[in-house]
């Protein structure tokens, strides 16, 4: 066994005895045939004593007469399919120092979405392939052999052999073309130094328009002929977010060319490969005339999150997956920082907290995971590609860098990149320059919150002059977990001029209330109150007594509070009463305090407090639940009817945003007026697509109004959005139109809306927005759709992300323990690495539901307080 290939089965990881320097590859997709061939020659360094090489490959087939080491001939070739690993066997050790390994190989252009596959376009009326690649996590191995792993950086040198009328994209700029006919071939610069899974090529018939930045590098967008106006506005932020990140991180943009390029069939958001950036068309492309508001932000915090990998990523790379978060989190949050600088007044970062929000979400059960988690085997990487990595990241680095302050924190990034510049990095290296930078303990503060799951509750109280604080693991169970943080405490008593903040390193710890304000002691009835976790820049939450929470209300009353504050509280407030900490009945008292909230960032989270409460109040008080929708139309209907359905002259980007958000939540509400408005409109626009009665940002609010009014007996709303769907060719707009086919209240109409995704008008890309839209109503008989259907789900739909879509949408809406059994069932003997976590978590959030509908009905004045609350609205 010692000395067969068979030793290296079942690794993490590849052996280090020896490592590819370059690659030369030469690649010939054939688009008609969906096949492609490929020869790759590998300058490969060997380091130990070895006769064996190990490298990754899978889907391909290598020609085994073709393998050379040197002038060596491997007497052994064995492929293990399930490690995605090929083995070369030589007869004597090989010599130490540099080689060449040269092979030949085919492989397919899948329908998979991941390494070299295939995408369809309509061009001059005709449907054709182009080609495409994505290989992250651990794709690259099925378009050529490699050392797929991110700590095995080489140079690239790559060449293809393409139709000459297309035009063939790779990371970095041509070099030399010629033309043999009807074929052409493609030299391209060889790369800096980097990993396999950044390596990209694009073959298809594109146009583009370029732009420049300030030191010359060439950027342009790529798009479908004739979209080029299309990309205009990612150009733009492009071009401003590279010189921007080139000033942050002190260092220059790395490679001679940025290409942007939209893809009509792709799994993710968009992918950061090096100097060739791919995304899905709906995050690349904005319309004035055509897109929303929402639309034109999704594009720009996309392109600044792709633009931040190519330094922090790209140049500098995690060491292994363990350490994803750091591209991730980084890119998420520094991406932020970009879209603030560019357009200040979209209050980029109270938007943020939608980050955090759906980080703490996340985090709170107990089937979450540490940001940094060992993965043993490739196909456990995707899962981690998660709300953990990104937003959880995110936060708690901008915790951390409030705690440092900006300068200095941007400093040590600058130092950092620097330092691992075309190399790799751990996270405990990220740690070690900002300590070094800062004199903080930063590992010992960071560590608490990377390596293990979850985030504290902290308790405070009043007692007497003091202020008791104590920390303990928050979980959406109500059960408290046994971790402990080191907390960066913030807060604030009666003004923000009065703030104080400390490291909370034990249980519990407390602070005088004087030291904030020498000349009173806290009275909740003088108007003082005290805010802890100031603008939450802390990953966090706060139950306070009920003394400190009754001043909160009346500083939400008083409009002393911040922005980022009154979202806290809120969200806050929401998670304590899931959770069973607090009541339902104190949570409405408080939304109630927001009835004259007008901001679009707050009202955000006010909405989709409401809609949850709306939910749950149907399974858990079904006889109180049209006074509690009423309760909660009547918080955002005065809000609603200021701004109206038609745009006003000169109104903001976030008045823009509201207007969707309120029109979408009362409808979701059953408001009748907003509902026959929206009906009403829709008509008149569906007779004439160019009519300013619906206009992009309003559409989805007056579709989801149409299909409140669909059933089988009148569904000439349903068969009206689906002739929109076939006549539109605008991404977006298919999207809106497939977010809302599912969310009829008819059964029958919802199980239409899922057997479509069924059929090829619908990319695969695109399931989840069918699914995200689901009606109360409709669980059930969704529910029977997937266990009907499920062999065909998973075979279509292999990818992690996409697998876990349907578990996440179908099974967590449940709020019944049967019901969580019942899954559990079903899936015992087809469980799949893939969607695993994906399952666990649903099935938790159902038990997490079934419990707070217990503790609700149990509540014995929510009835009397809504009565209440409805009297005083009036």
């Not at 070895?50 to 007469?65: G, P």
């Not at 603030?340 to 995971?369: I, K, Y």
């Not at 009362?666 to 026959?676: A, F, M, P, Q």
């Not at 690495?833 to 038990?847: D, G, M, N």
């Amino acid at each position: 066994m010692a000395d067969s290939p068979a030793q290296f089965r079942g690794q993490a990881r590849l052996p280090r005895f020896a490592a590819p320097l370059r690659y030369d590859l030469r690649l010939r997709p054939d688009l008609a045939a969906c096949t492609f061939t490929g020869a790759a020659t590998i300058a490969v360094a060997v380091s130990a004593p070895t006769r064996f090489l190990v490298f990754n490959a899978a889907e391909l087939n290598v020609d085994r007469a073709s393998v050379r080491f040197q002038d060596l001939v491997p007497s052994e070739v064995v492929q293990f399919e399930e490690d995605e690993i090929l083995v070369l066997g030589f007869d004597r050790e090989l010599p130490i120092g540099e080689g060449v390994l040269t092979m030949d190989f085919t492989g397919t252009l899948n329908d998979q979405m991941r390494g070299f596959y295939r995408s369809k376009y309509v061009y001059n009326g005709e449907s054709r392939n182009m080609a495409v690649t994505q290989f992250e996590a651990a794709d690259a191995r099925r378009c050529f052999p490699c050392w797929d792993d991110p700590a095995f950086k080489a140079k690239f040198k790559l060449t293809l052999e393409v139709p000459s009328d297309l035009v063939a994209l790779s990371n970095m700029p041509v070099v030399k073309e010629t033309v043999t006919g009807p074929i052409k071939t493609v030299h391209y610069e060889e790369s800096p130094l980097m990993s396999t899974y950044l390596v990209a090529i694009v073959v298809g018939v594109f146009d583009y328009i370029e732009g420049s930045t300030s030191e010359g590098t060439k950027v342009r967008v790529y798009t479908q002929v004739g979209k080029t106006n299309q990309g205009k506005f990612a150009l733009d932020v492009g071009v401003k977010s590279l010189d921007l990140y080139k000033d942050y991180f002190a260092t220059p943009y790395p490679l001679p060319k940025l290409d942007m390029i939209a893809i009509p069939d792709f799994a993710a958001g968009a992918m950061e490969n090096y100097g060739l950036v791919t995304y899905r068309e709906t995050a690349l492309l904005y319309d004035e005339l055509l897109s929303s508001a929402s639309n034109k932000q999704q594009v720009a915090i996309t392109v600044a999150h792709e633009l931040a990998h190519q330094w922090f990523g790209n140049l500098v790379t995690m060491e292994w997956w363990t350490h994803l978060w750091l591209n991730e989190g980084f890119a998420s949050w520094v991406s932020y920082l970009a879209v603030e600088s560019l357009f200040p007044e979209w209050n980029n970062w109270t938007q943020f907290l939608d980050e955090t929000t759906s980080g703490l979400r996340l985090d709170a059960l107990a089937e979450s995971h540490p940001i940094e988690v060992e993965i043993n085997h490739a196909s456990e990487i995707d899962a981690i590609f998660d709300s953990i990595s990104y937003d959880k990241g995110a936060s708690v680095i901008r915790m951390l860098q409030s705690y440092l302050g900006a300068e200095r924190f941007q400093k040590a990034l600058a130092s950092y990149i620097k330092k691992y510049a075309y190399s790799n990095a751990k996270t405990e290296d990220l740690w070690a320059v900002l300590e070094e930078e800062s004199g903080e303990p930063v590992k010992d503060l960071m560590t608490t919150w990377t390596k293990q799951q979850g985030y504290p509750v902290i308790y405070a109280k009043i007692n007497g002059d003091d202020l008791e604080l104590e920390q303990a693991q928050f979980l959406s169970d109500g059960s408290s977990g046994t971790g402990m943080w080191i907390v960066p405490i913030t807060s604030c008593c009666g003004s923000y001029d009065a703030q104080k903040k400390f490291l909370l390193k034990n249980k519990t710890d407390k602070m005088h209330i004087k030291e904030f304000t020498a000349s009173q002691s806290y009275d909740g009835k003088k108007n003082i109150w005290i805010k802890l976790n100031i603008d939450q820049t802390g990953f966090y939450r706060v139950k306070y007594d009920d003394e400190l929470a009754a001043g909160l209300v009346n500083a939400i009353k008083a409009k002393k509070l911040s922005l980022m504050d009154k979202i806290g509280i809120v969200e806050d407030s929401y998670a304590l009463s899931v959770a069973r900490k607090q009541t339902l009945t104190s949570l409405l008292q408080l939304l109630n305090a927001y009835h004259d909230e007008s901001d679009y960032t707050v009202l955000s989270h006010v909405t989709s407090v409401c809609l949850s409460i709306s939910k749950i109040s149907v399974d858990a008080t079904p006889d109180l639940n049209k006074d509690i929708k009423q309760l909660l139309i009547n918080l955002l209907l005065p809000a609603a009817i200021k701004l109206g359905w038609d745009p006003k002259d000169g109104e903001s980007h976030l008045d823009v945003m509201l207007r969707s958000l309120l029109l979408i939540a009362l409808v979701r509400l059953g408001h009748n007026e907003t509902i026959n408005e929206g009906v009403r409109r829709f008509h008149i626009f569906f007779e004439d697509r160019k009519a300013s009665i619906l206009l992009p940002d309003t559409r989805k609010a007056a579709y989801l109004a149409v299909m409140r009014t669909v059933s089988t007996s009148n569904r000439s709303g349903y068969d009206a959005l689906l002739k929109i769907y076939r006549e539109t060719a605008e991404p977006q707009e298919k999207s809106r139109v497939l977010g809302s086919l599912s969310s009829s209240p008819d059964k029958d109409i919802v199980l239409e809306a899922l057997n479509f995704m069924f059929t090829d008008e619908v990319r695969n890309q695109d399931s989840y927005y069918i699914l995200g839209g689901i009606s109360l109503e409709g669980r059930e008989v969704a529910w029977t759709w997937l266990k009907k259907n499920w062999d065909h789900v998973l075979n279509t739909w292999k990818s992690s992300s996409l697998i876990s879509d349907f578990i996440n949408s179908i099974v967590s809406p449940f709020t019944s323990e049967e019901k969580a059994a019942e899954v559990s069932e079903f899936f015992a003997s087809r469980m799949k690495p893939s969607f695993e976590r994906a399952l666990k978590q649903s099935l938790e959030r159902v038990r997490i539901s079934a419990k707070w509908i217990e503790s609700i009905r149990s509540e014995p004045s929510l009835g009397q307080t809504v009565q209440e609350l409805l009297q005083g609205q009036a």
